[in-house]
């Protein structure tokens, strides 16, 4: 699977964006899906994810309420609806997928195969 992020800019706070993750190689169906960033000087870490039957979805604390992930089968391509945005929510924003990862996992960045090549947020305040 090759995925291709895109979406990200620079906004100011309480704005909203869309990234989107085009996927190619083989469908999405079945393939668990996730995004991840990376802020300035600090590890990687999770933001969401869907499970493998796109109905289970997970956030991390950090988003949860403000951030949507998910998926237009028929486009093959991953979502996260960013509202309310914030300037700590300024980062380096990558899409994953895999196709056998459990759910149980799915937090777990060293799981998943498949990764894009990132896509920056700047948030400014």
């Known amino acids: 699977i090759q995925l291709q992020a895109s979406g990200g800019g620079v906004v100011q706070a309480w704005e909203s964006l869309r990234l989107s993750c085009a996927a190619s190689g083989r469908s999405l169906r079945g393939v668990a899906t996730g995004w991840f960033r990376q802020a300035p000087g600090k590890e990687r870490e999770f933001v969401a994810a869907?499970?493998?039957?796109?109905?289970?979805?997970i956030y991390s604390n950090d988003v949860k309420g403000r951030f949507t992930i998910s998926r237009d089968n028929a486009k093959n391509t991953v979502y996260l609806q960013m509202n309310t945005l914030k300037p700590e929510d300024t980062a380096v924003y990558y899409c994953?997928?895999?196709?056998?990862?459990?759910?149980?996992?799915?937090?777990?960045?060293?799981?998943?195969?498949?990764w894009g090549q990132g896509t920056l947020v700047t948030v400014s305040s």
């Open positions: 869907s499970s493998r039957t796109g109905g289970g979805t």
């Open positions: 994953t997928a895999d196709g056998s990862i459990i759910t149980s996992s799915l937090r777990d960045e060293s799981a998943w195969d498949y």
